[in-house]
């Protein structure tokens, strides 16, 4: 079976029983909700207009949530050491990593899909076609940030306080990436010429590609006994 | 008592006396900073934790990067030594973090009007702390020996390739931050006394980055030593 074969085999188990439980999507949407609302209600309306701080929520919102979505990528394995199972099919160790990766970046950009429109409305944003480019951006910060997510959750879940662990290993990671999509989307919201994104998209490609490349590398590590 | 443990009793001892050296040092800093060296004009007393704050930086960063290249090394080589040693490394690496983090504010608040500004080196050095306290956070939560390395230096590989991106992030926004005034490409611009003093300090630092390691390796070395005799 070749890599991609493997790797599209097990996303489609990933997201297969994801879509009949549906519990992790339930709870990071409904965990995304609870933060939109919380910055909403957590705000002096008299002092601080919606419009000023949307970029900032809608960043913290999307962090977070991905993070809720994240661990739960491993955590579905560990049951009935589903994971050995895997690793004894003979497929290829990084056809396992592109597998869970893609099932994660799809399961996290679900989770973005549902939030981003709450946050439209909650936010009254204006509804033009910059927010395209704003999704754009997302896919764009996600994309490296899903990889990185998906080495350390396959490392969390074997240790104990996994869902405790892995955000604070994956918070520094997600620093470069969540900042530069931030300061793209409060440019992209305020107008601003396309000049001004240059850097921050630039970094975030730069930083995608160079993750994916070296999460990839050492998942073996991490699976391996 | 085991051979390996009695040997890393002795790496302990060397490592004290390496670090009380350094602690010595240290000492002749501080004399030499507040007795030899000029008051500066603009920032007076303030100015005197440059003898501190930035050797403190190099030692950390050395630490981290040490850290680093010893865990890289660790996955080819599979030799437990490496994984202790990196685990010293950067255990040191994070103490000279946290005094850097700590002498920053006391300087910034005098000069700079706040304890702390969202600057490009300011963000920087709590972000690669934050990075480390987690590579702790990870090691601490792994029981198996061997599990426990593998892991922890896939963390710091993916550590020194987050370093350069954290760079190019903070430093895309300006920054406030003194500028070199030492390592640069023309004559460093210092008075005789602190330029001297101000190498002194690096040099005691270095000798205490020495010392902390080689005394957190032996401690390292003879937990090893002592999990080896309880499994066998």
Same mark, same amino acid.
């Given at each position: 079976?070749?890599?991609?074969?493997?790797?599209?085999?097990?996303?489609? %188990?990933?997201?297969?029983?994801?879509?009949?439980? %549906?519990?992790?999507?339930?709870?990071?949407?409904?965990?995304?909700?609870?933060?939109?609302?919380?910055?909403?209600?957590?705000?002096?309306?008299?002092?601080?207009?919606?419009?000023?701080?949307?970029?900032?929520?809608?960043? +913290?919102?999307?962090?977070?949530?991905?993070?809720?979505?994240?661990?739960?990528?491993?955590?579905?394995?560990?049951?009935?050491? =589903?994971?050995?199972?895997?690793?004894?099919?003979?497929?290829?160790?990084?056809?396992?990593?592109?597998? %869970?990766?893609?099932?994660?970046? =799809?399961?996290?950009?679900?989770?973005?899909?549902?939030?981003?429109?709450?946050?439209?409305?909650?936010?009254?944003?204006?509804?033009?076609?910059?927010?395209?480019?704003?999704? =754009?951006?997302?896919?764009?910060?996600?994309?490296?940030?899903?990889?990185?997510?998906?080495?350390?959750?396959?490392?969390?879940?074997?240790?104990?306080?996994?869902?405790?662990?892995?955000? +604070?290993?994956?918070?520094?990671?997600?620093?470069?990436?969540?900042?530069?999509?931030?300061?793209?989307? +409060?440019?992209?919201?305020?107008?601003?010429?396309?000049?001004? &994104?240059?850097?921050?998209?630039? &970094?975030?490609?730069?930083?995608?590609?160079?993750?994916?490349?070296?999460?990839?590398?050492?998942?073996?590590?991490?699976?391996?006994? | 008592?085991?051979?390996?443990?009695?040997?890393?009793?002795?790496?302990?001892?060397?490592?004290?006396?390496?670090?009380?050296?350094?602690?010595?040092?240290?000492?002749?800093?501080?004399?030499?900073?507040? !007795?030899?060296?000029?008051?500066?004009?603009?920032?007076?007393?303030?100015?005197?934790?440059?003898?501190?704050?930035?050797?403190?930086?190099?030692?950390?960063?050395?630490?981290?990067?040490?850290?680093?290249?010893?865990?890289?090394?660790?996955?080819?080589?599979?030799?437990?030594?490496?994984?202790?040693?990196? !685990?010293?490394?950067? !255990?040191?690496?994070?103490?000279?973090?946290?005094?850097?983090?700590?002498?920053?504010?006391?300087?910034?608040?005098?000069?700079?009007?706040?304890?702390?500004?969202?600057?490009?080196?300011?963000?920087?050095?709590?972000?690669?702390?934050?990075?480390?306290?987690?590579?702790?956070?990870?090691?601490?939560?792994?029981?198996?020996?061997?599990?426990?390395?593998?892991?922890?230096?896939?963390?710091?590989?993916?550590?020194?390739?987050?370093?350069?991106?954290?760079?190019?992030?903070?430093?895309?926004?300006?920054?406030?931050?003194?500028?070199?005034?030492?390592?640069?490409?023309?004559?460093?611009?210092?008075?005789?006394?602190?330029?001297?003093?101000?190498?002194?300090?690096?040099?005691?630092?270095?000798?205490?980055?020495?010392?902390?390691?080689?005394?957190?390796?032996?401690?390292?070395?003879?937990?090893?030593?002592?999990?080896?005799?309880?499994?066998?």
């Amino acid at each position: 079976m070749s890599t991609l074969r493997a790797a599209m085999a097990i996303a489609a %188990k990933d997201l297969r029983i994801e879509w009949r439980h %549906k519990t992790a999507l339930l709870t990071a949407t409904m965990f995304a909700i609870l933060v939109l609302l919380i910055f909403v209600f957590a705000r002096d309306p008299a002092s601080v207009p919606l419009a000023a701080v949307a970029p900032s929520v809608l960043w +913290v919102t999307l962090a977070l949530s991905a993070l809720v979505a994240l661990n739960r990528a491993f955590l579905l394995e560990r049951e009935h050491s =589903a994971l050995e199972g895997i690793l004894l099919a003979p497929v290829p160790r990084n056809a396992l990593f592109w597998g %869970k990766w893609s099932a994660n970046l =799809a399961f996290v950009l679900t989770v973005q899909a549902v939030a981003f429109p709450i946050w439209i409305l909650f936010f009254n944003v204006t509804p033009t076609p910059v927010l395209f480019a704003v999704a =754009a951006v997302a896919l764009l910060a996600a994309i490296g940030f899903t990889a990185v997510g998906t080495l350390f959750s396959a490392m969390a879940v074997r240790t104990r306080f996994a869902e405790l662990l892995l955000p +604070v290993l994956l918070l520094p990671f997600m620093i470069p990436p969540v900042f530069a999509a931030s300061e793209a989307t +409060v440019r992209l919201l305020a107008g601003r010429p396309m000049g001004e &994104l240059w850097g921050w998209l630039r &970094l975030m490609a730069l930083y995608d590609l160079a993750f994916l490349v070296l999460a990839n590398l050492l998942f073996p590590v991490v699976v391996d006994e | 008592m085991t051979d390996a443990v009695q040997q890393a009793n002795r790496t302990i001892r060397v490592g004290l006396a390496i670090s009380l050296l350094a602690v010595i040092g240290l000492a002749a800093v501080y004399l030499m900073a507040w !007795e030899y060296t000029p008051a500066e004009r603009f920032q007076g007393l303030a100015q005197k934790i440059f003898y501190i704050h930035p050797p403190a930086a190099y030692a950390s960063e050395m630490g981290f990067v040490v850290a680093g290249i010893a865990s890289l090394l660790y996955l080819f080589l599979k030799d437990f030594r490496l994984d202790t040693f990196a !685990e010293a490394s950067a !255990e040191v690496g994070l103490a000279f973090a946290l005094m850097l983090l700590t002498t920053g504010p006391m300087w910034a608040k005098p000069i700079w009007g706040a304890w702390w500004t969202w600057d490009a080196r300011l963000t920087f050095s709590l972000i690669e702390f934050l990075l480390f306290a987690g590579y702790f956070a990870l090691r601490s939560a792994v029981r198996d020996p061997a599990e426990r390395a593998r892991y922890a230096a896939v963390v710091a590989i993916m550590g020194m390739l987050l370093v350069p991106f954290i760079h190019l992030t903070v430093y895309l926004f300006n920054t406030t931050h003194p500028q070199p005034v030492v390592v640069k490409t023309d004559k460093p611009s210092l008075p005789g006394e602190m330029l001297r003093t101000f190498l002194t300090s690096f040099v005691v630092f270095t000798v205490m980055y020495i010392g902390f390691v080689t005394a957190r390796y032996g401690i390292g070395a003879r937990r090893v030593a002592l999990e080896m005799t309880d499994a066998g």
